[in-house]
């Protein structure tokens, strides 16, 4: 099952998207304004047992893609989590998970833009599978950490490299608006039994600039899961975000930075093709 956050017209609202179409979900149970507020309450088979039967409402040409959690209340994004990216990226590897924060209003949806600020040319593409927690747990063991995902989606932590590199906290040049790109939606745990499985590929206008299987992953979405919920209670539809191969831009001779009119791609197999443009902000704002 596909999950999706969507507007359509002036209304924000979430659902189930197939080769027929849309079904709104929002619409049809008021009660869960958000994806995130019906993971808070509902199971993914109680979401299935609700839909059943219903017939598409929407053309999903129609609509825009929301990022996949519009309203999450914690992302929590993992990085150096690939030998690769840890090398081109010269850092000693850890005995523990890197872990900075994103705020949800950083994130932009499924073929809307990436933007581009004017004060920085180091704009870099981080293709990237997100988990999206789906029961509340603190301490989770590694055991059972994959049975409190309700699913997996792509994700692009684009990155302003010169802003991350200011000091030693990554959140300067992981925050900027529209920079999160996230969908185009969750497939739900139930179709990705083993994600370490899943394979990953970054392009550019095109060109492969990243290739991974997730069996590469330093700490693994057990280890990750087990690791965060120590700090903080996980809840339904928090967002952990796995970690980038190698190959990223910075890592490049020369830098491969994008730029306005690029397209980026973050293809997984078994999930979808999350695609978007990069617009130079100050053309969207005016600034």
């Keep these: 099952m596909r999950l999706i956050s969507f507007s359509h017209g002036s209304r924000r609202s979430w659902g189930i998207i197939d080769d027929n ?79 900075f924060a994103r705020f949800a209003a950083s994130q932009t949806g499924h073929m809307e833009a990436i933007l581009c600020p004017h004060e920085s040319q180091m704009l870099d593409y981080e293709g990237e599978v997100a988990l999206i927690i789906g029961r509340a747990g603190r301490r989770i063991r590694e055991e059972e950490a994959l049975s409190f995902v309700a699913g997996y989606a792509c994700y692009n932590d684009a990155s302003l490299r010169d802003f991350q590199r200011h000091t030693s906290q990554f959140h300067p040049g992981k925050n900027f608006p529209a920079t999160g790109a996230f969908g185009p939606w969750m497939v739900t745990a139930d179709e990705i039994p083993d994600p370490q499985s899943l394979f990953l590929q970054t392009t550019l206008n095109g060109q492969v600039v990243q290739s991974a299987s997730l069996d590469q992953l330093i700490f693994t979405i057990p280890e990750l899961i087990a690791y965060c919920s120590i700090f903080t209670e996980l809840l339904p539809g928090d967002v952990i975000v796995t970690g980038t191969p190698g190959g990223v831009g910075a890592g490049r001779t020369p830098p491969l930075w994008m730029k306005p009119e690029d397209t980026v791609s973050v293809t997984v197999d078994g999930i979808g093709t999350l695609t978007n443009t990069i617009v130079g902000e100050d053309i969207v704002t005016g600034v």
């Design 21 to 99: 179409g849309v079904i709104d979900l929002g619409a049809r149970l008021p009660e869960f304004p958000s994806l995130r507020r019906a993971l808070a309450s509902l199971s993914i088979d109680q979401i299935r047992d609700r839909s059943e039967g219903c017939e598409t409402d929407i053309d999903p040409s129609t609509i825009r893609f929301d990022p996949v959690i519009p309203d999450a209340r914690q992302i929590l994004c993992i990085g150096l989590n690939y030998d690769e990216h840890r090398v081109e990226s010269r850092r000693e590897r850890t005995g523990h998970p890197t872990v």
